[in-house]
């Protein structure tokens, strides 16, 4: 993320830039600091989406409220109340519910962090939910911060009382007349480094793939076919929450035709060669993004980010024609597959495995559609 000198002396994005949720955390996490350590004329609002995602810094913001101006939360879901901090709650077709946004406005600084969630995935991310990527944008430019909060105070007025929203518009107005000393522009400067080196840290991560230690890449994988296996399907799929809404997956399930009378006929080794030329199907036909899994024996999951029916439908029929290709020291691979997308957790297991066996009676060599 570049940043650029504003008119102001303070620090911005360019443009909004492609952000992992583990480097949005952080920035978070150190505007959230600054408002801590500011006198209590500080305001601070903040978009978190559903309040799954609030939960774990629920404590934070009681402690932020308890010395701050006005703190208000916005999301989706119910609330324990908190003296002092204000929730505004989003409704499903809020136009704020698919933000996770920031803004901290006080004499001694300013700053804005509003990203949109993509409901897309980054690649070589260690769980489901660490993959969640944003289009965020930031800035410690006072006006802007001043437009962020009284966005955010038209939008989410009708859930707060009279006295929060006359001392929300009262800090935006302080931060239009306000103007930035030397201390703040200092600031804005290192807040600036400090993101450049989170964005670099993280893409040079993901650049190399680095996940896991070779131990526990083996405990997560396949030693026959190098897939994953259901421990790291389990760590992948994990969210902080059960139920909650997720970027939507396309779910494959497929199972071998026959695979008995593969080992029975031709011996082990050659089912065995028959499972690793299944997964090398899975490395060359699927996305950078897509996982497969050995989840034992004979039966695979694929797990698709961001797919519609009819799009994973066709990754399904292409895998299996695929597979149905695979000839082995005389044995013939043959498959069946069944799909769903979801945007829930847990995978629809039962489900996709209903629908694999009403492929398996139309002949196998076929994918079906869960109901």
């Known amino acids: 993320m570049q940043p650029k000198m504003v ?16 480097t949005l955390g952080a920035i978070c996490f150190a505007v959230e600091q600054m408002a801590m350590a500011i006198p209590e004329e500080a305001t601070v609002i903040a978009c978190f989406q559903r309040a799954a995602y609030f939960a774990p810094r629920a404590r934070r ?17 119910s609330f324990v109340a908190t003296p002092q901090l204000h929730h505004a709650r989003l409704s499903p077709a809020s136009s704020l519910i698919d933000e996770w946004s920031l803004v901290v406005v006080a004499p001694g600084v300013c700053a804005s962090v509003v990203a949109i969630d993509r409901h897309a995935l980054l690649p070589f991310e260690a769980t489901l939910d660490g993959a969640r990527s944003f289009e965020a944008r930031w800035s410690m430019e006072r006006s802007v911060a001043a437009d962020e909060l009284e966005r955010l105070t038209s939008a989410l ?21 306000h103007p930035p000393d030397s201390a703040e522009r200092g600031l804005a400067e290192v807040f600036a480094v400090f993101i450049e080196r989170l964005e670099r840290a993280h893409r040079e991560r993901s650049a190399l793939g680095v996940r896991l230690n070779a131990s526990e890449l083996a405990a997560e994988h396949d030693p026959l076919t190098g897939l994953g296996n259901r421990r790291f399907l389990e760590r992948w799929l994990s969210v902080p929450t059960a139920d909650i809404e997720i970027p939507p997956i396309g779910l494959v399930l497929i199972d071998l035709d026959g695979f008995k009378q593969i080992n029975d006929t031709f011996g ?6 028959v499972l690793v030329a299944v997964a090398s199907t899975f490395r060359e036909q699927l996305r950078p993004l897509d996982i497969a899994v050995r989840l034992g024996g004979d039966e695979f999951l694929i797990c698709c980010p961001n797919v519609a029916e009819r799009e994973l439908r066709r990754i399904a029929d292409r895998l299996v024609a695929t597979i149905g290709d695979i000839r082995v020291g005389g044995a013939r691979a043959a498959a069946s597959a069944g799909t ?10 039962t489900e996709l495995d209903a629908a694999m066996y009403i492929a398996k009676r139309r002949g196998g060599g076929v994918s079906a559609i869960s109901a």
């Open 340 to 349: 769903a997308v979801t945007r829930r957790l847990p995978a629809p297991l």
């Open 61 to 77: 913001f009681a402690r932020l409220a308890a010395r701050c101006r006005t703190v208000v939360v916005a999301f989706e879901g």
């Open 7 to 22: 008119h102001d002396g303070a620090m911005a994005a360019d443009e909004p830039q492609t952000t992992s949720k583990a």
């Open 157 to 177: 007025g009708h859930d707060l009382p009279a006295d929060v929203i006359a001392s929300l518009a009262d800090a935006a107005g302080a931060a239009r007349t």
């Open 268 to 273: 082990h080794d050659i089912g065995d060669a």
